[in-house]
């Protein structure tokens, strides 16, 4: 069975720009989660989806948006890309809501 | 915000049991102790969780103290590969979000 797999693994963006990270989950999971991991914050929760719709959101700016399509995947979107952007974009799968997440190996933002 | 204690730091010699303590002295009757670890440069990697009864899966061992204030992981054999950062998170059932603190950095040493 394939894990979560994010692409892209690696990117870099300026300043202002936007980027749209996309996440594939486990075959058969319909819960998507997006967490943000930097050094001086740790891991922080961005939004859950399930079936196509957000049922939670973290404390992050109207900058990061998300969305999840009919087949599971889930797309987040950050706008305006600030310095402070720049961290490992975690994505998460699960069953149901049990609390066992399935993380894949994260997108690397850098803003330069 | 994360409701846990865990101790920054920790050592141990590969192949003797790993015991990482947790505190969670507010834990509520609803929330479930969940462990994970993620390995340098990876993902975040489910271990185990538990209400109130001892649990183990073929990972580690999770005790929880009978008033639940506080609770142990077990890495019975550590290995050089069990080299990680270890969150305990406490979790209600049925929320959507896993709120990790700062964890402990275990580090086995040959």
């Known amino acids: 069975k394939a894990g979560v797999t994010q692409t892209p693994r690696y990117l870099i963006k300026t300043r202002g720009q936007q980027v749209t990270l996309s996440c594939s989950p486990i075959?058969?999971?319909?819960?998507v989660s997006w967490y943000q991991q930097t050094p001086g914050q740790g891991l922080q929760f961005l939004f859950e989806?399930?079936?196509?719709?957000?049922?939670n959101k973290g404390n992050f700016p109207g900058r990061f948006s998300g969305r999840q399509f009919s087949n599971s995947r889930s797309e987040m979107n950050v706008s305006t890309l600030e310095l402070g952007d720049s961290a490992l974009y975690l994505c998460a799968s699960s069953q149901q809501n049990t609390g066992e997440l399935f993380f894949g190996e994260g997108s690397r933002l850098t803003v330069l | 915000d994360a409701k846990t204690t865990q101790p920054p730091s920790m050592d141990c010699a590969e192949g003797r049991a790993a015991n990482l303590p947790c505190n969670h002295s507010t834990i509520s009757g609803n929330e479930y102790v969940y462990w994970y670890r993620q390995i340098h440069s990876q993902g975040p990697q489910y271990i185990i969780h538990g209400l109130k009864n001892n649990e183990t899966n073929e990972m580690a061992s999770l005790i929880i103290t009978e008033d639940r204030k506080s609770s142990t992981l077990i890495l019975p054999h550590a290995t050089l590969r069990d080299t990680a950062v270890y969150y305990c998170i406490v979790r209600v059932a049925g929320d959507y979000k896993l709120s990790f603190g700062a964890g402990t950095t275990v580090t086995v040493r040959a």
């Open positions: 075959s058969g999971h319909r819960s």
């Open positions: 989806y399930f079936s196509e719709t957000q049922r």
